[in-house]
């Protein structure tokens, strides 16, 4: 996804009077636009068609719970019970819900499909309203498409 239509880093040449190396910033907002595009589709609730390759920091079972995160349909929900049983991990329930807290991309790791297994939204890092918003938005289009 690096090539033109990005900020990117130049040689970075002599250091600065700080030590740091200085670096030059190059505008390309081709691939921006369509970075922006993707995170504005998700946002929707819309697929993005647009397979974006992530460099996500976390513990390796942070990165399995991001990755059974993914494999979650937009429109439908499952449990941190569901996510936890997926991976064949049932009594790590809470550990599935501390991963979705530390994600660090939650449109592209979409942690707001996780509900509690009484339905209820359960916690959201970015606002309980965003989360509920994000589902109605995905149910919408989900209906919309049949």
């Given at each position: ?8 880093r ?18 390309c ?14 946002a929707?609730?819309?697929s ?7 460099d ?5 079972f ?17 449990s941190?019970?569901?996510v936890?049983?997926?991976?064949g ?7 599935v819900a ?10 592209v790791?979409?942690c707001?499909?996780v ?8 916690g959201?890092?970015?606002?309980i309203e965003?989360?509920?918003?994000l589902?109605?938005?995905e149910?919408?289009?989900a209906t919309?498409?049949?």
């Amino acid at each position: 996804m690096l090539g033109e239509g990005r900020a990117r880093r130049g040689d970075p040449g002599p250091s600065s009077a700080h030590g740091a190396p200085r670096s030059e910033l190059r505008r390309c907002d081709g691939e921006l636009a369509d970075v922006a595009a993707f995170v504005r589709a998700l946002a929707e609730g819309r697929s993005a068609g647009l397979d974006l390759p992530l460099d996500v920091r976390g513990t390796a079972f942070q990165a399995r719970v991001w990755e059974a995160l993914r494999q979650i349909p937009a429109g439908t929900t499952r449990s941190y019970t569901q996510v936890a049983g997926s991976m064949g991990t049932p009594t790590a329930v809470r550990a599935v819900a501390n991963a979705c807290g530390a994600n660090p991309v939650a449109l592209v790791v979409p942690c707001h499909r996780v509900i509690r297994t009484d339905g209820s939204l359960g916690g959201y890092r970015w606002g309980i309203e965003v989360k509920a918003e994000l589902l109605r938005r995905e149910a919408a289009q989900a209906t919309a498409e049949v």
